[in-house]
Each structure stands twice: as C-alpha cells, then as structure tokens.
C-alpha cells in the first residue's frame, strides 16, 4: 500500500485536482491518499481514487485513534501501538501531576481567536491544570473572541502558538495575565501539529500553571525514546504524515473561519 498526501492551496485546488487524476497519471489509481476538504475528497472518489479523510482533532484520544491509523497505512502497526502506549503515559502523567490544584483561568489565543470547548486545544490546556475561560465563556470551537470577553474572563495566563506571538494593547495589558507576566509562548509546530510530540507543550503549559510539577513531568518525550533498528523510518513516516495532514486541516479551517 503507497500512502501520499496532497495539499490543496486554496487557489489552485480545481487545477490540482484535474491534474491529480489525469489519465496521463493513471499509475495513482488505487492508491492511498490524506485528504481535507469536501469538494476536493469529492472530485477524487468520484475518480475511483480511494481516500481517507481525517476529522480535525477535539482530544488526546483523537491523536491515539489518528497515530494508530497512520501506522496502519504505512504498515508499521506495532511501531504506532508503541508510540500510542508511550504518548498516553505521558499525558497521564501530567494529568495526575496537577489533580488536585487550583486551576488558573487560561486563555489560548491566535490572530483574534480562541480555541472553546469541543477543541484538542481544550483538553490540552484543562489536562495542564488550567480552565479553559473561553469555553468558560461558552465558547465552542475555534471562534473570534471579543475584547469584552477578555476583559469579563479576566485569564490569569494567556497561551499562544509561535507563529501568532502574545497578543498586545488593550484589552490585554489589563488582564491578570499580562499585569502578572504570566503569559507562555508554545512552539507552533509542536501545538499546532496534533501528534505524540504534543507533549511537550503539554508539560510547557503544566510546568508554567504549577511550577513545583516541573521535576515529575520532564522524564522525556515519546520522541526521545531510543531509536534503534527500525524505530527511525516508523517515526519519519508518522512525523511526516502527522505534519503534512495538520497543514492541510489548517487550511480548510482558515477557509471556513469567519
């Protein structure tokens, strides 16, 4: 089984598509492929071609069921089980490391949005040790948020990827958050990329809301684990899909956002 992605920018996605399944092209048929995007999956199936469309992720489960299924593609199942296994830990880890503590009111905030109930982004910020004061504010999805609602939610710390930076002037200068310099900064290729390496924003986010859990959640990364045999391909064959699928998925969510 060959597995490739595809990634249609926005304005060629027809041009791609028509020359995706030219006859000329003909030795791509039956193969499989990661897709977004209605029309585009569309166009193809309706080619024979076989596709596989993902869901965006709303959880860690989400990332255990998507990892298991790449290794299934790729056929390195028992190098995915092993990663799923390695991940869960981890995350438990961190789960049980705050249980207990009081939860600072948290903002996750990029290029005037915020990441509400109903995201991955949610259970990465609730699993930390913090509330999610956007889906306080019942906030669902990944949606604009108003100045009045910062001002209102008041968040204690304020959370965004690298690519988007912390969020300046008012309403936020006012907040809690700025006024207390708690504000942390998450490396977009790790956040954004909703794969195992996800933990390591995820123990960033725990160690910044609760300090004294830093010792108990930094034993490593289902990344750092050793990589002997045949373990490298596995992880460059997920860690490619993992990425090429999430900048697909972002960009049909930046098509769709208001």
């Known amino acids: ?10 304005g060629r996605r027809a041009q791609l598509v028509e020359e995706f399944v030219h006859p000329d092209a003909g030795h791509i048929r039956g193969q499989v492929r990661v897709l977004q995007g209605e029309e585009t999956l ?7 071609l076989a596709v596989y469309q993902f869901p965006l992720e709303d959880s860690f489960e989400t990332i255990y069921t998507k990892t298991e299924l790449y290794g299934h593609f790729v056929g ?3 190098a ?5 296994a390695d991940t869960r830990a981890a995350v438990e880890e961190v789960r049980e490391s705050v249980e207990g503590r009081d939860r600072p009111r948290v903002l996750y905030y990029f ?3 915020a990441a509400g109930d109903g995201t991955f982004i949610h259970d990465l910020v609730e699993t930390a040790g913090g509330r999610n004061v956007a889906a306080e504010a019942g906030v669902t999805g990944y949606v604009e948020i108003s100045d009045e609602v910062v001002l209102e939610q008041d968040p204690e710390w304020i959370v965004a990827p690298s690519h988007a930076g912390l969020p300046e002037g008012e309403p936020f200068a006012s ?3 700025v006024r207390s310099n708690r504000t942390l900064v998450v490396d977009e290729n790790l956040v954004s990329q909703a794969g195992p390496r996800v933990v390591e924003p995820l123990r960033a986010m725990a160690e910044a809301f609760h300090p004294d ?6 034993a490593g990364t289902p990344a750092d684990a050793d990589t002997d045999g045949g373990a490298p391909l596995a992880w460059l064959l997920l860690g490619g899909v ?16 208001p």
């Open 1 to 10: 089984m060959v597995l490739e992605l595809l990634a249609v920018p926005v």
């Open 42 to 48: 569309g166009q193809l199936r309706g080619a024979g």
């Open 76 to 78: 390195e199942c028992e």
């Open 80 to 84: 995915a089980n092993e990663t799923v």
């Open 111 to 113: 290029f005037g949005f």
């Open 175 to 177: 907040t809690i958050a």
């Open 213 to 218: 859990t830093a010792e108990r959640t930094s």
């Open 242 to 257: 993992l990425a090429a699928a999430v900048l697909v998925a972002l960009g049909v969510f930046y098509r769709s956002s």
